[in-house]
């Protein structure tokens, strides 16, 4: 059985470092080298420390760089560098060798050879090349080195972004193949992609045509930039960035190589024309207007800022190729795509109306799917391998393949036609034979059409997943308007947030608390609290707490925070096991809820925080209870306990977010003897389940804790002085302070003589008190209403 202990990564640039980092996020030892730093006296020549500088160097830009590659920093201490001159046999040791040098045939050739002097027989061996054809650089090997040789080609930058191809040569062993395709889904939580040894390979080949095919369409249709990247942004299911500025992020040079690429080596590629450098990027390229990199692209930031303190924008003016203010333009298609949230039900919108921009939409999407179909089977096998990569790789919400389904198969066949589209001979046939879409869900899992088969197969890779999408067929256990509850099998609940961002209203509360009831009695082992949406949950539903502020209905407000705590104490003292299963944002509301819970399974992309603070608030449903609950259990005989206490209350009050579940443990939002960390997002609610069925087996329904050791006042004196210590270094505002204060009350158990034992329930109530009275300050409302109107905190 093949095992994976130690990496070596060759190549210290930005893909290798980050390659290197997200392997030691994995918890491999990794060994990282690049050339000698050039350019060394002759006294320094054989000096390690300086024949290293520049892989060393390499390695602490990437550390320092944001978004930050590695989940905790100390991970970096299992990278070790070196350099491929004075350590290349170091290699003799790894389980498997990554290229990731110059993009360079006879460089990666001339490497290859002396690799093969060190390598072991059997040792994985593969490249990172983004375009090199990947059977080239195998040649003249030896029949072993061929044989576990293939193509992984990461996604910059290799910790956020899921995709990896997996591109084999007809000489690369199969169970090579099988194996890393299991192994980047396992262990490195990739989306494995199995591509062909063609140019561009998947996910580049048709992201940079759906770019290339816009840019011709924007200047064809007289539409702004700034315009076209909000309607391919969100409100085709893509990131924010866009079309244009995508392009400035990626950097115009690095787009031009990869389109003029293809256009090399696909001559007989029938888009051919979509990949001619458009005049107006050429301008960019000849006047070195790169894009981020270079301070201006497609956008120029200018020094000024608006009258709401934003920085301003110009944009290229493609006609002109001058920069000005973008221009207010009001599209029918547009306003209206932003009143439906389901992608599903706003694709169709864009073909009813009629102006440019949808006329863009239009042309470019039906373009998408002529082109992906006419790839098939050049560049997979399978239209699912298509649909995987553009999600993965692109960030896209779905595929070309997705998309079309959306639509319906026939009528976007119809309209690609209408369009001048040329659709490939197994399209036709689909249709003729009847089938309506590219997808089929069957009995909770999905299947795909394959057009070798004609006919359905079931997509690889669902082995230990549960994707509620899929399960929607079946009726469910229990839903109301912001919630349903799923039987995911075994005697498993699981309960799904529903509402807008999944913020936690009185239906997410009520369901929640409903859930349990009918999983204790009924003949349920347990409930998983978990969603598949972008993030966990955003937190409690502010405008609701607002509203009932701002009219200042005391007695309601109080009531809905009872509730909240409430909830939370039935997650943590109901009788069966519950389990959270979390992704993305788990702030505030979210993150009590989870602290309550039997046992959490975060993604490693989960952002864990306590953020009420930002809106003049304390965590109000438990969470600062349970701080002050998971400070008292971690006082040992002898310690100085303030400095536990200090580290808690900081974290509360400076609302601080881990920014991967790893961190979580060192903040104390999570905990190592119940929670766990996957890589793998596509199991996730799974391993959650399985977690379920292991804590029933001997589960006993917790007792309230009246055993929780607070300090009091010699705990508020210490925890004020540090409170006064940001204000007088005016790192807090005064408002900040009376919240930090606050803070502080409940943590110490308010104002007792001294130390003593309190119950949970005590604490709830000075919690409670404390979020109320903070509810009745006008700064609060301010910061309240400033999140509300912007998305973004006020400092008053």
């Known amino acids: ?31 990282l080298l690049d050339i000698v730093t050039p350019g060394l006296s002759d006294d320094r020549s054989s000096d390690p420390q300086a024949k290293n500088a520049l892989v060393n160097k390499a390695l602490d830009q990437a550390i320092k760089s944001k978004p930050a590659p590695l989940y905790r920093s100390d991970f970096a201490s299992r990278i070790t560098t070196g350099n491929l001159t004075d350590d290349l046999q170091r290699i003799a040791s790894c389980d498997w060798i990554i290229e990731v040098v110059v993009e360079r045939l006879d460089i990666k050739q001339q490497l290859f050879e002396r690799v093969e002097q060190y390598r072991r027989p059997g040792t994985l061996i593969t490249s990172n090349t983004s375009g090199i054809p990947i059977h080239l650089m195998a040649q003249g090997r030896s029949e072993d080195f061929q044989a576990h040789f293939c193509g992984t080609h990461f996604f910059n930058p290799p910790r956020y972004l899921r995709l990896l191809e997996i591109i084999p040569t007809a000489k690369t062993d199969r169970t090579v193949v099988e194996f890393l395709m299991e192994f980047g889904r396992t262990y490195l939580g990739k989306k494995t992609v199995l591509a062909k040894d063609t140019p ?48 400035d992020l990626v950097g115009h040079d690095t787009a031009a190589h990869v389109i003029n690429g293809i256009k090399a080596n696909c001559p007989n590629d029938e888009q051919a024309g979509a990949f001619a450098i458009p005049a107006y990027l050429q301008f960019l390229l000849d006047n070195k207007f790169l894009g981020n990199k270079t301070g201006q692209g497609f956008y120029k930031k200018m020094p000024q800022k608006d009258e709401k303190g934003r920085t301003v924008y110009h944009i290229l003016n493609l006609d002109t190729l001058e920069y000005q203010l973008p221009e207010k333009t009001a599209l029918p298609s547009l306003e209206a795509s932003k009143q439906i949230d389901d992608l599903a039900r706003r694709l169709p919108m864009f073909l009813e109306h009629q102006d440019a921009g949808a006329t863009l939409v239009r042309k470019s999407l039906l373009g998408l799917f002529a082109y992906a179909a006419n790839r098939v089977p050049e560049i997979a096998d399978q239209p699912f391998r298509i649909d995987d990569a553009l999600r993965a790789g692109f960030a896209w919400e779905a595929g070309p393949f997705e998309l079309w389904d959306m639509i319906g198969l026939s009528r976007g066949a119809k309209l690609a036609v209408e369009e001048g ?19 089929q869900i069957r009995d909770g899992q999905r299947y795909a059409y394959d057009p070798n088969l004609e006919d359905y197969t079931l997509i690889p890779g669902q082995t230990n997943t549960i994707q509620l999408d899929y399960l929607r067929q079946n009726p469910p256990v229990y839903k109301n308007d912001e919630v349903i509850l799923h039987d995911i099998g075994e005697g498993v609940l699981c309960l799904e947030f529903r509402s807008k961002m999944n913020a936690i209203g009185e239906g997410i509360l009520r369901g929640l608390t409903e859930s ?7 003949e349920w082992k347990g409930l998983v609290i978990g969603n598949q949406a972008q993030n966990f949950t955003v937190g409690a539903n502010l405008m609701m707490i607002a509203m009932m502020a701002y009219q200042q209905e005391w007695d309601e407000l109080n009531m809905a925070v009872n509730l909240f705590q409430q909830t939370t104490m039935r997650c943590r003292y109901s009788r069966i096991p519950v389990v959270a299963a979390t992704q993305g944002y788990v702030f505030g509301g979210g993150c009590e809820t989870i602290m309550h819970c039997d046992g959490v399974v975060a993604a490693a992309e989960s952002y864990i925080g306590l953020v009420e603070v930002g809106v003049g608030l304390i965590p109000g449903g438990g969470g600062t209870k349970e701080f002050a609950l998971r400070i008292s259990d971690s006082f040992r005989e002898g310690d100085v306990q303030v400095n536990t206490l200090i580290d808690h209350f900081k974290t509360i009050a400076t609302a601080a977010v881990a920014t991967s579940a790893y961190e979580a443990y060192g903040l104390g939002y999570l905990q190592h003897q119940k929670d766990e960390v996957t890589l793998n997002l596509d199991s996730h609610i799974f391993q959650a389940r399985q977690r379920v069925l292991a804590l029933a087996e001997h589960y006993i329904q917790p007792i309230q804790r009246e055993d929780i050791t607070v300090l009091g006042r010699g705990g508020l004196a210490t925890l004020y002085a540090a409170a006064n210590e940001l204000r007088l270094g005016k790192w807090a505002s005064d408002h900040d302070i009376r919240i930090a204060r606050k803070i502080a009350w409940v943590l110490c158990g308010g104002d007792l003589t001294g130390s003593q034992q309190v119950s949970e329930q005590y604490l709830l109530d000075v919690e409670r008190e404390a979020f109320l009275s903070l509810c009745g300050e006008q700064k609060t409302l301010e910061r309240i209403q400033s999140m509300l109107q912007t998305g973004k905190p006020l400092r008053n």
């Open 516 to 522: 349990i009831r009918i999983a204790e009695e009924g």
């Open 200 to 247: 561009a390979f998947i996910a580049n080949r048709i992201g940079v045509y759906a770019m290339a095919r816009i840019y011709q369409l924007t200047q064809e249709l007289g539409l702004s930039i700034d315009v076209v990247d909000k309607l391919t942004g969100p409100a085709l299911g893509r990131p924010k960035t866009g079309t244009f500025r995508l392009g």
């Open 421 to 439: 589209e040329q659709l490939p001979d197994w399209i036709t046939r689909m249709i003729d034979q009847g089938h309506a879409s590219f997808y």
């Open 1 to 31: 059985m093949r095992r994976i202990q130690e990496v070596a990564v060759l190549g210290a640039g930005v893909m290798g470092s980050g390659i290197a980092c997200h392997l030691a996020n994995a918890g491999f030892k990794v060994l």
